[in-house]
């Protein structure tokens, strides 16, 4: 349960009761604890354990792991801020003397901090209070300020379904023959039907019928057209279950069939499926077992974007069962869905979300589905925990003796070698798309052939110009992918050769041209345009690189006609900025995506004709031992979001070096000879999956500081590890926020002991810290640190 404790005089903190004991400390007298805060447990024994399993194998402090795991609304501490809910109204009748205090003192003042509280109520242990508040809804907790924005609801029409045969249609017209501005609504509604692929907005038809709000509403209330919204909740889900499960077809079957047969013998399967090929029916198949065995399931996804497809996909087989958990969710919905799962109650049968559902309070947990396993999102970078949750999710499967399935069309190298390999994990394959649609065909084009016949137009080649006016001439959407935001990464002047740096990083700045300024991607900072260059004066910038917002606007220009939307991290900003853009394109009211890896993570969007990659070679050329792998991994999936309903999509994917190894694997979609080649390459260099790596980074202010301080730990380091440590190097990056970082590589090979190699490094680390130089010193452990 949650106690509150006592730091210091004044502060409380919200602690976890780990376990109890009759050993009073020696050195120090034990202070009393406030009190207790739950009536029953709120974290579980299963949850302990994976924590101290998670704060073991990274390194890192169990407190960190809890911080990570409780929603926020469960942690109150003394600095948090209080304020008045106005959206109920609360009868004086129904608070306690203490509540009334504060919800009295809230009328005159609009915020109060916890201590603040208790010198009004006079009184240590306010806590109880607060929480009684919380759950009358008369106040609210710091972090719910900020009220997130809700989108506005869209009306969108058609007509009754008693329309649809064609007699009563006659029966209509004729009825309306009296009422000449209503048929001519009827009327435009059938044009608009018949030319649209997409749902009518009322908007719509009140432009094309010039008619009044007034005749439509008359209309809906004689219940011949009926009006419906697109839907912007997600928690509320008032449909009921709609769908029967789609039945598979014999591709799939035999799919499920080894890997229940897999799952007999071994507890973790890698399901290796092509894009588009039906991976999700599948799981739906499995899920369905499991629940009804009356057990949770629990659906890792790694970006937020793609809940918002699943879970309504999901909700059509199940209805009410399905949960979702990720951090643009508000508190409140956070602690429900906590409660539901902690519960097992019937609303958290399935849990979709993304890494941090992990570590959610399962309690009958039957099955762990990790899609789209390869990407690096499911990484946690900072804060610690550093956790990677495809293995945490193994780890947690393991503790309920639950079976976890993991799914890619590109599986990352290490789970392909457990599975293929070393046989630790069961294997599948499905490599036939759903509908026997063909892979989408892939063309490179060599844009530095095009460059010297004159042949680009901006950054398009002729291919790609020719390619997009095809598809849009037969009425299909373009997705346009690349992996960079912003106008264009550098601007230069053309006189001096001078350009524009940001003062607490060691990058240039990024021209953003819908807000006219230049900002820093790494710390926020943020100036407007210049007119002239800083060191010479001179007017005359240029703009070197690209990015979506450059690709969008050229766009425009080559397709004036069409619309054009952009989805990149300054457009998907807010709890529904992804649900606007998916859901209009979904509905075909942008013809032509332009955007980053968002785009590639999985999503189903049913009429796209043709992705262009608008240019390979920056994945291809980036410093990191799986640069080659990863940019395979992107560009199939970006592929794959090509021709996935009947037609044979097609991708062009613009480069300067179309012979490139990894380019021509793309193109056959080659993902074993990918798999071979790379394999051997960390073979001869040592890198994961045959050794194990952990990095450590310092962090410091003082140039001078980090590098002694990183120099004294690599000589430390090598004399237990010998040769297997690299380092100190900056990274490309070097300066960030004005801290200075440097990297400390350790390799592990096989045969060495994990846990006594962690046990030498946090030894070392101590005696470093016991230096009195090092101590402001920031050290990060990472391991797994790809």
Partial sequence: MRVA??????????????????????????????????????????????????????????????RAALPSAFLLESETI????????????????????????????????????????????????????????????????????????????????????????????????????????????????????????ISELKEKSNASSTQIKALIDKQILEEYFIKTDRIKYSGEKNNTIKPLNKYQEKTLDKVIQSFEKQSVTLLHGVTSSGKTELYVTLIKDVIASGKQVLYLVPEIALTTQLVNRLQDYF????????????????????????????????????????????????????????????????????????????????????KTLLGSATPSIESYFNAVKEQKYGFAELNRRYNDVL?????????????????????????????????????????????RRGFSPIVECTTCGHSPQCPNCDVSLTFHQYKNQLRCHYCGYNMSMLQ??????????????FGTEQIEEEVKLLFPDYKVGRMDLDT??????????ITAFEQHEIDILVGT??????????????????????????????????????????????GRTTERGKVLIQTYNPYHKILQQVSNNDYVSMFNEQLDERYNYKYPPIYRLIKITLKHRDYNKVNTGADWLTKSLKQIFKTNVLGPEFPPVSRIRNQYHKNILIKIPNNQSLSKTKEAILKIKNSFFSIKDFRSIRLILNVDNY
């Fill in 5 to 66: 404790v006592p730091f210091g005089k004044s502060k409380i903190y919200t602690a976890i009761v780990h376990n109890t004991h009759q050993n009073s400390p020696d050195v120090y007298e034990a202070k009393s604890i406030h009190q207790i805060l739950d009536e029953f447990p709120i974290v579980t024994e299963y949850q302990i354990k994976l924590w101290s399993w998670i704060s073991n194998y990274y390194m890192c402090t169990m407190g960190d792991v809890l």
């Fill in 82 to 201: 209080i304020s008045l809910n106005n959206s109920t109204t609360i009868n004086d009748s129904q608070l306690k003397d203490d509540e009334f205090l504060v919800y009295e003192a809230l009328q005159y003042q609009s915020a109060l901090k916890v201590n603040e509280i208790s010198n009004i109520l006079d009184k240590n242990n306010i806590l109880p209070v607060l929480k009684r508040l919380l759950e009358k809804d008369a106040i609210r907790v710091e972090e719910e300020i900020y009220e997130k924005y809700k989108p506005k609801l869209v009306r969108y029409v058609k007509l009754n379904v008693n329309y649809s045969s064609d007699d009563a249609l006659q029966q209509l017209l004729e009825n309306l023959t009296r009422a000449p501005k209503q048929s001519a609504v009827v009327m435009a509604l059938f044009s608009l039907t018949a030319n649209a692929t997409k749902p009518i907005k």
């Fill in 319 to 402: 209805g009410k069962q399905v949960s979702v958990y990720h951090s643009k969710y508000s508190l409140n919905e956070r602690v429900e869905v906590w409660n539901n799962v902690l519960k097992n109650s019937d609303k958290a049968k399935i849990i979709i979300g993304a890494r941090s559902s992990v570590l959610l309070p399962f309690n009958k947990l039957g099955l762990i589905i990790v899609d789209e396993e390869h990407e690096q999102s499911y990484k946690q970078f900072d804060p610690a925990p550093r956790y990677h949750a495809r293995d945490t999710a193994i780890v947690l499967a393991n503790l309920f003796n639950a």
């Fill in 439 to 483: 892979m989408p065909e892939i063309e490179l084009v060599d844009i530095k052939d095009k460059h010297k016949r004159k042949r680009m137009k901006g950054h398009f080649s002729d291919r790609l110009i020719a390619e997009m006016t095809d598809a849009l001439q037969e009425k299909q959407q373009i997705i346009l992918f690349q992996n």
């Fill in 532 to 545: 002239n260059c800083l060191a010479c004066g001179s007017v005359d910038l240029d703009s070197k690189g």
């Fill in 572 to 581: 998907t900003r807010g709890k529904y900025g992804y649900e606007k853009i």
């Fill in 597 to 642: 890896q968002m785009l590639t993570k999985g999503l189903d969007f049913r009429n796209v004709k043709l992705v262009g990659i608008m240019n390979a070679d920056n994945l291809l050329n980036f410093p990191d031992f799986r640069a080659h792998e990863r940019s395979f991994q992107l560009m199939l999936q970006v592929a794959g979001r090509a």
